[in-house]
């Protein structure tokens, strides 16, 4: 063979081997492919976009009723936080304690800060003063 018919065989050879794998994830149909639904809840409104925090415990989703839904990953509805008409994306920072959003109608980009309060049960807990005194826990996370 000539060699540039030979150089231009081994390229489509090439060619051809590598786009074996792609094919096969284009075709979920293929056996070697296994999944499952691991879970589903319904929505109240239609949702837009979703994320969920890097540790997999909590999923925001955004809806087309201006409302960033925030669930466990159980599908536990943990609360609702309102935003601006027009927000069409939505992530979080590493720490799920920081949400970013943006505005396709005013074409902003907004940080939404958030905190979940948890109650502690102090039954049984020796306690100095009232009993019923406002508490504050400070958690300085910059030591992890």
Known sequence: ??????????????????S???????APSKPGLLFEKVRSWQLPFKPIDMVHSVDGKMVFVLTEKST??????NGTLKGTIPVEKGVTGIDTDA?????YLT??????????????????DTTGSPFHGKADAPVTVAVFTDFE
């Open 95 to 99: 720490t799920g304690e920081m949400i």
């Open 68 to 73: 960033v839904l925030v669930y466990e990953a």
């Open 103 to 120: 505005n396709s109608i005013d074409n902003t980009f907004t940080t939404v800060s958030v905190d979940f309060v948890v109650k502690i």
């Open 1 to 18: 063979m000539k060699p540039k018919i030979l150089s231009h065989l081994i390229a489509m050879s090439c060619l051809l081997l590598l």
């Open 20 to 26: 074996i794998p792609f094919a096969a994830l284009a």
